[in-house]
């Protein structure tokens, strides 16, 4: 894909640039450091490039019936990618973006700029706003956060995953996106981490991820209500996926997590 620079943001020592997608022309590519993170097309905001970003649509889709508003905060922004398909698949839902990067934003902001009012967006570290939410506020949470290519630890702990099904309603959804190498030992940590808090857990990649074939995407998805995800057609949807996954849940997931175990916090010292 042959791509033209466009405007670059600079946030500390992390360079953002927008490109063009010269074979789809309202398509904008978003790298950070180098790194694709986002891809939105201008045009139509229900063309999701990559393919966890569809992953993660899957479940959007699933978790209520279709067109539903819902109440959504997304942790991490980006290109704001899965705002703008929510506001177009479920128009009036009520969304809240939380990034850290104020150059990202503006960026964003002036380049890609987004479809409704109905998208809040914060300035914040993940951790604290998520903290700052009021119990039980939203239909889903999904949590796309990364600093150099590196999700952080304070978002990827016991305690973090406990906030996140805090502000979630009763039969609410979490989403997490990481990233992993072969042998994914940081994606079985997760899924033991977000089991200690969640009573339902799932785990959807593709299928040369869950070979051990190659680095990428993985995403997790929980409830706090027992057989809530709807596993049978988050399957279907990833095994038609144009790059072809799968979903590890129960059983499949108990081999998967073997003698992995949940994260907790950093001690901060005795003082």
Known sequence: MA??????????????ELLIDRFRP???????????????????????????????????DAASPGGAPLRVLHLGGGGFTLPRYVAATRPGSAQTVVERDAALVTLV????????DDIRVRVADARAALESEADGGYDLVLADVYQAARMPEHVASVEFA?????????????????????????????????RAVFADVALIASRAMLRGRRYGNVVL???????????????????????????????????????????????????
């Open 3 to 16: 791509r033209q620079p466009r405007p670059a943001a600079r946030s500390g020592a992390a360079t953002t």
């Open 26 to 60: 309202a398509g904008r590519i978003l790298l950070a450091e180098g790194v694709p993170q986002s891809y939105v097309d201008l045009d139509d905001p229900t063309y999701l490039h990559f393919d966890y970003v569809r992953r993660m649509a899957s479940v959007v």
């Open 109 to 116: 902001r002036r380049e890609l700029p987004l479809p409704t």
């Open 162 to 194: 406990t906030e996140a099904a805090r502000v979630l309603r009763p039969d609410g959804i979490y989403l997490l996106n990481l990233t992993d190498l072969p042998l994914l030992a940081f994606s079985r940590v997760q899924a033991a981490t977000l």
């Open 221 to 271: 998805a929980a409830a706090t209500q027992p057989e809530r995800l709807p596993v049978a057609r988050l399957a279907s949807r990833a095994a038609r996926d144009p790059v072809p996954g799968g979903v590890l849940h129960g059983a499949s997931l108990d081999r998967f997590v073997a003698a992995s175990r949940p994260v907790t916090d950093a001690p901060t010292g005795t003082g």
